[in-house]
């Protein structure tokens, strides 16, 4: 199945400093989903988009919908510790087959103190 | 306390064994899922189910079998035609399948070899 493409794979940060990831696809998607995984756990939702062009904030994460509905970027505004671990995106079409998402391999995020 | 509850943490199969992986959820969604996770890598789809007793094949079915008899239940079995068994293991729900109806996942269960 199709991945998406999300970069950077992996970052290393101070702490205090901002961070930003992208993910892009060749193909158009109608929702893009933001998820955070800490090790042994499952996928926590972060942010959710759902309109083209779209920016929603959740505290110091800021999400955008790209216009061309085929990129997402996620922003982490003064990065602390607790933000380690590996952040998803997710795209899904929309439309019959509309369930499916399709997932980005992970930008995994360490943080210096 | 609402939320999707996956069990055990850890699995162990040896060669030639059936095991069954544990999702249950309170949350009264309609949706459920179920995805494969390898090291490095993004969420792969086993199977999902729409409504009880109805499900379908996501993209790397084969080797695995689901059963969906309780809005609450959606078990996976990982039977010995999977060669390739050890991974991590997500269950998710939805309230529905709509795009505006994320997905939420449990905290996983990791399947090992013996």
């Known amino acids: 199945g199709q991945q998406l493409n999300q970069s950077p794979q992996s970052m290393f940060i101070q702490e205090g400093e901002d961070v930003s990831m992208n993910c892009t696809s060749s193909?158009?998607?109608?929702?893009w989903l933001w998820y955070k995984q800490d090790p042994g756990e499952g996928p926590v939702l972060l942010i959710a988009?759902?309109?083209?062009?779209e920016l929603t904030s959740n505290g110091r994460l800021t999400a955008q919908f790209g216009i061309t509905r085929k990129d997402s970027f996620l922003n982490i505004s003064a990065s602390i510790p607790s933000d380690v671990g590996i952040y998803f995106c997710?795209?899904?079409?929309?439309?019959?087959?509309?369930?499916?998402?399709?997932f980005g391999k992970g930008t995994k995020l360490s943080v210096i103190p | 306390d609402g939320g999707i509850t996956q069990s055990p943490k850890y699995l162990f199969r040896k060669e030639g064994q059936n095991v069954t992986l544990s999702c249950e959820q309170n949350?009264?969604?309609?949706?459920m899922y179920w995805y494969r996770q390898d090291p490095g890598q993004g969420l792969r789809l086993i199977y999902y189910?729409?409504?009880?007793?109805?499900?379908q094949k996501g993209d790397i079915a084969e080797g695995y079998s689901v059963s969906r008899e309780k809005k609450e239940s959606f078990p996976l079995t990982v039977t010995s035609a999977q060669k390739n068994p050890t991974a991590f293991y997500l269950c998710?729900?939805?309230?529905?399948?709509?795009?505006?109806?994320?997905?939420?996942f449990g905290d996983g269960t990791r399947l090992s070899i013996l």
């Open positions: 998710a729900s939805s309230a529905g399948t709509g795009g505006n109806q994320p997905q939420h």
């Open positions: 193909s158009i998607f109608n929702t």
């Open positions: 988009l759902y309109k083209a062009g």
């Open positions: 997710a795209g899904q079409k929309g439309g019959a087959g509309s369930y499916q998402l399709t």
């Open positions: 949350l009264n969604h309609d949706a």
């Open positions: 189910s729409q409504i009880v007793n109805d499900f």
